[in-house]
């Protein structure tokens, strides 16, 4: 009996699968239904390039380059008897990142406060809570120079364990190719961005256009790319010029990619 009524039951829903499953594959008919199955398929994403303009120290600088009308992300000195204005530059922008000098192997003009091979833990903890209280919503830094610092193990080591225990997030300028910082960073569980062209290592403006165009066509390839540049005003007329192929790409905030 029970077996019976199980078959009646299975025949019934297969019967009743067999009417309704071949209502799905009608041809359309009449708009409402066309309407109900049109499906909006999402505009193609455009590739993201990160541009970051390092070494900003004044108000003029930095006012040349908003008025650029380009989406940047500043990176400021913390503030030394040369640039003493840069927390209050920081405020006046949304989105930025504090560059950190960190030695390097040959570079005549230091910058004051500059880290060194070999810092401890506990001067570097120093130094970035101090770069903490001077900018109070701080994200994210990159280097300035580093070229030693930066292949150097147990600095790089101490300084991204500082930066994890602030909750402070790092950009590799990438100074040099023996940089160690993404992998020391793998270590520590950091995710560790890197810069991946420099815009204006020579100031020929024919030059920077191309390396401009250079960071187009490898976000385009890889989706994502971070290009370094300075306030040099070439720098700030080849960007104010390049609207039209940086129109390839969507400019973000690199801050907002790490
Ligand atoms: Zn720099």
Redesign the pocket.
Known sequence: MILKRALVGAIATLTLFAIVFPLFFLPEQGGKLEQKKRVVLPERKKAKLAIII??VASLEELQALLNTNIVFTP?FFPPTKKTPDTPKLAKLVGEYLV?L?LEALSYPHEQEMTLRVGESFEIIEKEIGKIRRDFKNLKALNS??GSAFTQDRVSMSNLLQVLKKNHLLFLD?KTTHKSVAVEVGNTLGMKILQRDIFLDNNNNMTYIKNQLKKAVTLAKKEGFAVAIG?PKSNTIRVLQASQEILQEVELVYITKYM
């Open positions: 390092d070494d990176a560059h000098p300035h120079t300028s300075h």
